[in-house]
C-alpha cells in the first residue's frame, strides 16, 4: 500500500519506508521512557493499568486501519481462494518464477536479526558486568533511537554499495557486534556493544523492500510479499526455538555466540547467492517480467 502511493506520489518508496520504520521505532522509544517512568514512580501497581493502555492502543490503529483505501495490491481473483494455504500456495508459485525475489526470501530467512531474543537475555549479560540498572532501559532507548535516526539515511548507502554488500556488511557487523556482547567483560563494552547491536540491526530493510516492490506488479503484491513474509516467520520460529535449546544447554553467552555465528554464515552464503544470480543491481520490471509474474 505504502509502495502504490508513493508511486502515485511520484515519491521515493525507499525515503517513505525508511520514515515509516523510524516512526514506529521512535514510537517505542517514547513508550519505553514513558513506561519507565510510570513504573518507576507508582511500582508494580501500575502494571495492569499499562497494559490496558497498551490494549486500547492496539484497539485504535485497527480501526484506523480499517479507515486505509484498498490499493490495486490488494484485489485478488475470487476463483484463487483467500484461504491461508491457497495464498501460500500461490504467492509461492510466483516467488519461484522470480530468481531476485526468491534469492531474497532465502536470504530473509538465513539472516534474521534476532530481536526479540536479544531483549530476553541482555539483562544477564548487563548483570554479570555489573551494568548499573540505569541502563536497562537507558541503553535500549538509546540504541532503537539511533537505528530510527540511521533507517532514514540507510537508502544513501545504495549510492555507494549494491544490494549483496548492504546486506553482507549489515549481517557481519551485527554478528561481530553479538560476539563481542556475548565476550563482554566491562560494563562500558556491554552496553556498547548493545546500543551497536540495536543501531544496525535490520537496516537493510528498506533497502530489500525497495528492491522486491519493484519487481512485484500491482495485482499480485500482496500476496507474494505475504509469502516472503511467512517464510521469514516459518524461519524465525526455528530460530528462537534452536536459540532457547542454545541457553538451555550453553547459557546465554553460548547462544549470543551461535546467534553470532549464524548471521556471518547466512550473510556469507546470502551474499553468494545474490552474487551468482545477478540479482546484485537494481532491476526495473519491465513489461515482459511483469506479464510473467501475472501469470505466475
Known amino acids: 500500500m505504502l509502495f ?27 513508550s519505553t521512557l514513558l513506561a519507565g517512568f510510570v513504573i518507576q ?5 501500575s502494571y495492569i493499568p499499562l497494559i490496558g493502555i497498551t490494549a486500547l492502543a492496539i484497539a485504535l490503529c485497527a480501526v484506523f486501519a480499517l479507515t486505509l483505501p484498498r490499493g490495486a495490491s490488494s484485489i485478488r481473483d475470487a476463483g484463487q481462494g483467500a484461504g491461508m494455504f491457497a495464498m501460500v500456495k500461490e504467492s509461492m508459485k510466483i516467488i519461484r518464477s522470480d ?29 554479570r558486568t555489573d551494568v ?10 538509546a540504541g532503537l533511537a539511533l537505528n530510527a535516526l540511521f533507517t532514514r539515511g540507510v537508502f544513501l548507502l545504495e549510492r555507494a554499495l549494491t544490494l549483496e554488500k548492504i546486506i553482507l556488511l549489515v549481517t557481519l557487523v551485527t554478528s561481530i557486534s553479538y560476539a563481542a556482547f556475548a565476550l563482554a567483560s566491562t560494563p562500558w563494552m556491554a ?9 544496525i540491526m535490520e537496516l537493510q530493510g528498506p533497502i530489500v523492500s525497495d528492491y522486491l516492490n519493484e519487481r512485484i506488479p500491482s495485482n499480485v503484491r500482496t500476496t507474494v510479499l505475504s509469502g516472503v513474509s511467512f517464510a521469514t516467520r516459518v524461519a524465525t520460529m526455528f530460530i528462537r526455538v534452536g536459540l532457547a535449546g542454545m541457553i538451555a544447554l550453553y547459557g546465554v553467552t553460548g547462544s549470543l555466540l551461535a546467534q553470532a555465528a549464524y548471521l556471518a554464515i547466512g550473510g556469507v552464503i546470502g551474499w553468494q547467492l545474490l552474487v551468482r544470480c545477478g ?3 537494481r532491476v526495473k520490471p519491465n513489461e515482459e517480467h511483469v506479464a510473467v509474474l501475472s501469470k505466475a
Open 99 to 127: 530468481k531476485t525475489i526468491f534469492n531474497l526470501m532465502l536470504v530473509g530467512m538465513m539472516t534474521v536479526s534476532g530481536e526479540y531474543f536479544l531483549f530476553n537475555v541482555y539483562q544477564d549479560v548487563f548483570v
Open 41 to 45: 514512580s507508582f511500582g508494580v501497581t
Open 279 to 281: 540479482c546484485a543491481h
Open 132 to 141: 548499573p540498572a540505569f541502563y536497562l532501559g537507558a541503553a535500549m532507548a
Open 191 to 199: 552496553v556498547t556493544m548493545f546500543i551497536v547491536i540495536l543501531t
Open 4 to 30: 502504490e502511493r508513493a508511486k502515485a506520489e511520484n515519491a521515493s518508496y525507499g525515503k517513505a519506508y525508511a520514515a515509516f520504520l523510524s516512526n514506529q521505532t521512535i514510537g517505542m522509544v517514547l
